[in-house]
């Protein structure tokens, strides 16, 4: 007698809650990570910090595990302030949340915390209102303004620094440049990344993975009325 194919493992938040809704039991659990990261940008090497959610649980009994890049923040103009990335990385996983709860999967509702660096580093985001994720834009395109969003795309060279070893990863980048309100501003998301010793058998995958989370998010801005040029990796 020939069983159930078995699924394949959750690899993002939308596979959980598609599992959820089809009738699995899904249980979740978050860890967070804030990893320094060397990247090398065209011929601009740069250090950030990458805001990690390392997402485990079991699907039907199956053990899964994935992680998410929330954001990413440096010192400098390269990428977001560091003290802009930890608000960003968690305005981000609210959404997220809210989503689990939503398809009623429990989880632990805990965000990044950065009291350390946000010591260490000015906060230049103070006096200018809290920073814009590429979802607020939604909100205000339903409000009636005229609002343009065009991405750019990346496959990003980096290395992650942990406590006794390195790792060499590709980040696949999107830069949002959206015009609204007479400004242009940038908001910055990594959509998939993968190790480069597996450059082969992973960049086909993740480029995949990317472009749905794409397709999900220009769907969300459109359905708002935000007029975007769609690109895929």
């Known amino acids: 007698m020939t069983g159930k194919p078995k699924p394949h493992p959750p690899q993002r938040v939308t596979d959980l809650i598609t599992l959820r809704q089809e009738g699995a039991m899904v249980t979740c659990r978050t860890e967070f990570e804030i990893v320094p990261v060397d990247f090398q940008h065209r011929s601009n090497p740069f250090q950030a910090y990458i805001f990690l959610c390392r997402y485990t649980g079991a699907v039907d009994g199956e053990d899964f595990v994935f992680r998410k890049c929330y954001a990413r923040g440096c010192p400098h103009n390269l990428c977001p302030h560091v003290s802009q990335a ?50 607020d834009y939604a909100h205000l395109a339903r409000e009636g303004n005229d609002i343009t969003v065009d991405p750019t795309l990346e496959f990003v060279a980096a290395v992650e620094h942990f406590d006794r070893f390195e790792n060499k990863m590709v980040f696949l980048m999107a830069d949002f440049c959206v015009t609204c309100l007479g400004r242009t501003q940038h908001c910055e998301r990594c959509l998939a990344c993968y190790a480069i010793d597996k450059e082969q058998e992973e960049r086909m995958a993740k480029a995949t993975l990317a472009n749905e989370r794409l397709r999900l998010l220009y769907a969300d801005l459109e359905a708002a009325g935000v007029r975007v040029e769609k690109k895929y990796f």
């Not at 999967?105 to 809290?130: H, N, T």
């Open 86 to 135: 930890v608000l960003i990385a968690n305005r981000y996983l609210q959404r997220d949340y809210h989503r689990l709860e939503r398809a009623s999967i429990g989880v632990e509702k805990r965000l990044f915390a950065l009291k350390e660096m946000l010591v260490k580093f000015d906060r230049r985001w103070e006096g200018s209102g809290p920073p814009m994720a590429i979802h």
